[in-house]
């Protein structure tokens, strides 16, 4: 199967758009979420409440319009007018930095990983809820119990709500073609893997240029399969140790089987360089496998008909070793309505809402409650099982130390991405730029 | 009315006049209407230059981050800077930047400028398609030229490899270090020639043909006539060309970060895109800052360079050329 370069230039396009997915069978009253029986906060609801609500642009359609559907409902049954406003991901940060330093504007704010611990003394404590939810649906993810806790406490500062990952997405017929029924577990095969791959000129690709999500995440993954991490438990940076320089050594032989150029990725180019056939294998969001699925060339109907997922290698880890992009819900010290939000965070959650929310976004967001997992929708397509599974896992930007703003900055300055670029590309050595990347690191942990 | 009831009339005003209060005296007052007048172009200097400006001055000398405001803490975000490998290599990288573009762009506007002052089919179209590189936001001319450079679909290794068969894989552009800090100042001599070509122009047709036919008379060469007569004429506008475009692309943005956002490991930093990456996403707004505020001595430099090395002209003080 060939696709022309005009193909993919289209492609590639409409994958920067957000692809539209149907909805299936999602409005139905949710009754495949198993609950405990847990008596209902009652929050006495202030007099006038109404609230303002900002949180992150739809990654779908269904994330928008269902959201709002169970907000006009909240408001028919409490009378409590609600605002909610969806912001493009670039600008939440900064908004997020005004509402909480002004002490004005929304009252609930959902934001992205760190955020409820970079703003923790301005926000109210969801414990309360949060110990509800969690009796009543099963508990919650890992992910979820680590970003929305304060460090080392119990004491909720936020409600996760979802997170989004990105496992391994690869072509199953090319897969086989070198002699694996699927992606081992074991890196020396992993790497074995990518080399056949190569070989027969289906290579594996993922970027460490400068991509946010895909290369940081990348980078982590190497980092996490090899024991390696930024910083140690006390928040001490702990790059510069045998284990990162046995992951550069490993990225090393890993990117002389790479498709050329990802050094040059954004977050768009593997999703490009898959859909035109030309890597095999990479990371990514369900997003990818969508808009192959839907797409009307039958061309790239066949492309995911051939795609499968598996959760990425473990390599030395014990337990998976990505993490997700989880969202939090803050509320905020200053909302004059506390009860009201919080009785609105409450109504969001339980599964009439929320299980249609998530059945609808099809994987785009996981759930953050580990009953939600044994909705039926997991199972309408085997492909979706990986992304099920998005917060189980012990891993976040930072690991092992405490969540801040310096994990933060460092994901956002490429510390780690740089370090195993440069290296890969034989521009500097492994020691050379673990010291160099650890000193860096240093900085933001500094001012922290 | 007759005369005579007219002039009593003014009489009369010219009696009645009281002496002038101390609000029209106050107005008449020569100095102090000129400070009035001035007071609303002072008002819009101090609101949306002199207070950013300082503002970024002093975010440099605090830790602040987005969220945080941060406390003073003098010069130590410099003496960081000194000593960061990456703020250097911006440093270097901007530098080597700004001189290839701009000579780039001078020659090839210069150029381009005497092609289009001679009399061809189409001028006004022509000129006008020339302007198109400078008017399409630079985002949209950036985002093509991050096609053109895509090491899968770039339309030029596709010429090269699939169409003339010369090479036997795609071309790498952005890959490593040098190709990619190439390949941006091509996409910045490209967008920064119309700027070039159509001052430049403009001052080629203020030379009076009379010179040129002169020359012709005394038996110039073309040469002769491009060195004694085009380029003393054209120093004054020649300047000030030569001084914006050093600004612009010193403090160039867009093209950088939408093509590599400083990629690959941070080699194509320009000082603008690194101080928005340390500031904005990397959420350092008092490191970002001094970046930022480190471009001022070049600036200042760069700017007092041009204006005097090149141009050393009596226009420039006010006296008309001779």
Redesign the interface.
Known sequence: MTITRRDSFALGAAALGAASIPIVGARAAVDDVPTADVKTPEYKIEKGASLHVIRPAKFVDPDQTIWNENTKKFSEKTGIEVKVDFLSWEDLRPQLAVVANTGAGADIFISFGADPHIYSDKLVELTDLADYLGAKYGGWYDLALLYGRKWNTKNWIGIPVGGGTGPVMYRKSWVNEVGYTEIPNDLDKFLDLCQKLQKNGHPFGMSLGHAIGDANGFSEWLLWTHNAFVVDEKGKVALDSKETIASLKYATELYKTMVPGTLTWNDVGNNQAYTAGQIGMTFNGVSLYFTLLKSPDPKLNAVAADTFTQDTPKGFSARKPQSAAPINAMLFKHSKYPNAAKEYLRYMMEADQYGVWLSSCLGYWCQSLKAYSKMKFWESDPKLKPYSGALDSPFYDGYKGPISASSAAVIANYTVVDMFASVVSGATTAEAAAKQAARAAERYYKKA | MDATTADIGLQRLAFTRKPDGWVTRLFDYKPFLVFLCMLPTIGLLVVFLTYPLGLGLWLSMT?A?????GEFIGIDNFL?LMED??FWMSVTNTIFYTTVATVGKFVLGLWLAMLLNHHIPFKAFLRAIVLLPWIVPTVLSSIAWW?I?????S?VS?VIV?VLHLKD??I??????WP?RWSLIVANIWRGIPFVAITLLAGLQTISPSLYEAALLDGASGWQKFRRITVPLLMPILAVALTLSVLFTFSDFQLVYAI????????THLMATLAF??A?????LGEGAAIAVSMIPFLIGATLLCFFGVGRRKWQQGEAND
């Open positions: 830790d981050t987005i969220g945080q405001p960081y490998p990456i096609w450079y895509s090491p899968q679909f339309i596709y699939d894989h795609y790498n552009f952005l890959g490593s270090p990619a590599t956002r400083g990629g690959p490991f941070n080699t990456q340390r904005i996403p990397g959420a350092q």
